[in-house]
Each structure stands twice: as structure tokens, then as C-alpha cells.
């Protein structure tokens, strides 16, 4: 059974900074990703990071600010996120894939339950 589990959200003020991090296990997986949710709005594609941890894509809005990294003999994904702003607000979900790259939604195989980012300004 496949399983990814988030954890490190929660409520923090604008500029500050949180750690999500995404529990795998189950099987191997090849690329894995950070997407979120706003409320009304379509999921998006926050960062994602290669197999090999190498290779890492962020979307613009948080390129500088946000992190993202695994730790394969944990299995784990993590994403450092800084200097956060109140438009960060989602839910956020760990996604893995059987493909190299994931470049949204459709790349997607695994999803974990998402966990709640609330940024106040």
C-alpha cells in the first residue's frame, strides 16, 4: 500500500517560516512534488525534485523563498518555506510520480492528504 503522509503545517505569521515534510512509503518512487490548493482556486505546482535529488523546478511565486529536498534513505520530501506571505495560504499536498519529471497535476501517480498553510498578515 501506497502511502504519503504530510506534516509541518499550520498558522504562521507573514515572513515566517515553516517545514512541510511528506512520509513515503510503500514502493520507490521516481520524481516527487509539493502542489497546493487555494480555496476557489486550481491546484497548482509549487517545486518538485528529481529521483536523484539533482535536478529541482519551484514556480516563480516562490522561487528564493521555498526549498525543496528529499531524503532518500528516509523516505522523505521536504519543503523549507521563508519569508512566507499571506497569498502562500493553501493546502498543501506531497505528490509522486513513476515519471523523471512532474509538471503538474497529470504527472502525478501518489497523492498524500494535504496539510493546512495559513499565513495572517
Known amino acids: 500500500q501506497v502511502l504519503l503522509v504530510e506534516s509541518g503545517g499550520g498558522l504562521v505569521q507573514a515572513g515566517g517560516s515553516l517545514r512541510l515534510s511528506c512520509a513515503a512509503s510503500g514502493r520507490t518512487f521516481n520524481a516527487m512534488a509539493w502542489l497546493r490548493q487555494a480555496p476557489g482556486k486550481e491546484r497548482e505546482i509549487v517545486a518538485a525534485?528529481?529521483?536523484?535529488?539533482?535536478?529541482?523546478s519551484y514556480a516563480d511565486s516562490v522561487k528564493g523563498r521555498f526549498t525543496i529536498s528529499r531524503d532518500n534513505a528516509k523516505n522523505t520530501m521536504y519543503l523549507q518555506m521563508n519569508s512566507l506571505k499571506p497569498e502562500d495560504t493553501a493546502v498543501y499536498y506531497c505528490?509522486?510520480?513513476?515519471?523523471?519529471?512532474?509538471?503538474?497535476?497529470?504527472?502525478?501517480?501518489?497523492w498524500g492528504q494535504g496539510t493546512q498553510v495559513t499565513v495572517s498578515s
Open positions: 525534485v528529481s529521483a536523484d535529488n539533482i535536478y529541482t
Open positions: 505528490a509522486a510520480s513513476k515519471r523523471p519529471r512532474i509538471g503538474g497535476s497529470y504527472d502525478v501517480d501518489y
